[in-house]
């Protein structure tokens, strides 16, 4: 059974930061993408960043030069490192890792908060 389980989220101020792990288990992550999203309340869940497995990294426009993807396969984990955050970036955070139709597998998602 493929688990993927967040951490990392919490409370922060305005410029802090956090950093998520996504701890993956029931599936070598070795060979997949590792994506993370972001659902913020009454709005629809928005991608964030993805890291293939050749290490290459995307963003969404608002995070670049923020928040940093990687990944630790002898962990069998990722990572969502985000600095200078901003309100705006208050939503739950997901990893999904999207295998083919059928094995699209997300965890339970993290809380983040940045207040003002």
């Known amino acids: 059974q493929v688990q993927l389980v967040e951490s990392g989220g919490g409370l922060v101020q305005a410029g802090g930061s956090l950093r998520l792990s996504c701890a993956a288990s029931?599936?070598?992550?070795?060979?997949?993408?590792i994506n993370w999203y972001r659902q913020a309340p009454g709005k629809q869940r928005e991608f964030v960043a993805s890291?293939?497995?050749?290490?290459?990294?995307n963003y969404v426009n608002s995070v670049k030069g923020r928040f940093t993807i990687s990944r630790d396969n002898a962990k069998n984990t990722a990572y969502l490192q985000m600095n200078s955050l901003k309100p705006e970036d208050t939503a739950v955070y997901y990893c999904?890792?999207?295998?083919?139709?059928?094995?699209?597998?997300w965890g339970q998602g993290t809380q983040v908060t940045v207040s003002s």
């Open positions: 999904n890792i999207y295998v083919n139709i059928g094995r699209d597998y």
């Open positions: 890291i293939t497995s050749g290490y290459r990294m």
């Open positions: 029931g599936i070598g992550i070795s060979i997949y993408a």
